[in-house]
């Protein structure tokens, strides 16, 4: 019996020997928050519900394999000596990854990645590209890339987000997305001066902000809060010949050499309609559906404005120029007189103190325009430059 007894103790001991030996499962779970302090962590996780971050004293790169979720947070803030990231096995991101001050950081590469709430690449001077899944990552609420040096944004392939801010990037000249929707703001701004932005797909936005642009076409926008185009000195052409409404304002503001505008579908402007310092747009002549609008004002060197169907201005008129605008003030001078603008009116023409901002030139039509209430002007006149008046305030 005691001889049994010391065998059955000896295969025990033997059978613990043998588990010892082998190689533990990965935990399938990990409900807590992680931090990285080696550049080749071992994690045992499928799913992490917390968050993971970055040491910022790992240098070199950094291999991240194991985890397949992380339900919180990436975090790799100021590793000012990490050269390269990469996972295979990340697929998802449920809070924000966030690349931040990596000043050496030349290569991201997560091949797994479709989807992330938050994106944010801040301040990697020498990233020049992302390496993400097959189909790039196509489920976002959030973009944000700020002074990077990303030439392409091939991988982000969205089709609904809340917001993306796209800014100085120096070397990046195409935005070309498959964004549909963009619910609160798109802002691109401060990239390479010849930034070209194609959105064929986008059909509804609310705030769309660009600076430093080239061109810009997005033809089935249909609806947008806000549409601003300022300083761009190389932008040559706007074309939104679907959107039939904005929402707050229309602004175009010191766009050197714009010459052509397109909104032909557009038919109402909730806020204001700003056009100034285009000084090369001669025709503002591109909205022949548009029939209300909140607020007007325009000062420049143009010599052609047709806005045929305008019938409704809620708040104020302000226009000034350079040039004999005397019969575009007689339309104004009709709407005001009919009762269809509802604040203050005033046009102004030959106005030498227009390029300061300043006030002068000859008020007022010189002669009534026609009862029909369609807007038509064209006088021949050489460019004498920008024209600019103060009027109402901006919503920007």
Not at 310 to 326: P, Y
């Amino acid at each position: 019996m005691r001889s049994a007894t010391l065998v059955s103790a000896a295969l025990a001991v033997a059978g613990i020997a043998s588990v010892a030996n082998r190689p533990l499962l990965a935990v399938s779970t990990c409900a807590q928050d992680i931090t990285v302090t080696q550049p080749t962590p071992v994690i045992a996780c499928d799913y992490i519900t917390g968050d993971v971050t970055v040491d910022s004293a790992i240098t070199g790169s950094l291999y991240i394999d194991g985890p397949k979720q992380i339900k919180g947070d990436l975090i790799i803030n100021n590793a000012t000596q990490l050269i390269s990231i990469s996972s295979p096995s990340i697929n998802a991101i449920g809070g924000t990854l966030r690349l931040q001050g990596l000043q050496l950081l030349s290569s991201f590469d997560m091949k797994s990645l479709t989807s992330v709430k938050n994106l944010e690449l801040i301040n990697l001077n020498q990233l020049s590209g992302l390496s993400l899944g097959t189909s790039g990552v196509t489920k976002a609420s959030s973009i944000r890339i700020q002074d990077t040096f990303i030439s392409d944004l091939s991988g982000l392939n969205v089709a609904t987000a809340d917001n993306i801010t796209i800014s100085n990037n120096a070397r990046l000249n195409m935005f070309d997305s498959k964004l549909q929707n963009v619910t609160n703001i798109l802002s691109v701004v401060d990239n390479a001066s010849n930034m070209q932005i194609k959105m064929n797909s986008l059909e509804n936005a609310g705030e769309l902000d660009f600076r430093s642009i080239k061109s810009f076409d997005a033809p089935i926008l249909g609806t947008a809060s806000r549409v601003s185009f300022q300083e761009s000195p190389e932008l040559l052409s706007v074309s939104a010949n679907n959107l039939t409404s904005i929402k707050d304002s229309l602004t175009l503001d010191n766009n050197k050499k714009l010459t052509n505008i397109s909104f032909t579908a557009l038919q109402t402007i909730s806020g204001d309609m700003t056009i100034r310092n285009n000084t090369a747009l001669m025709k503002i002549n591109q909205f022949p559906e548009l029939k209300s609008i909140g607020s007007v004002l325009l000062a420049g060197s143009f010599n052609t404005v047709e806005i045929p169907k305008l019938n409704d201005i809620k708040g104020t008129v302000t226009v000034t120029s350079t040039t004999d605008i005397s019969e575009f003030c007689g339309f104004f001078d009709n709407l005001k007189t009919k009762g269809l603008i509802r604040g203050k009116e005033s046009c102004t023409s030959n106005n030498e103190k227009a390029n300061e901002g300043g006030k002068g030139g000859t008020s007022g039509s010189g002669k009534n325009s026609t009862d029909s209430g369609a807007m038509s002007f064209s006088v021949n006149t050489a460019m004498l430059g920008f024209a600019a008046a103060a009027g109402f305030a901006q919503l920007f």
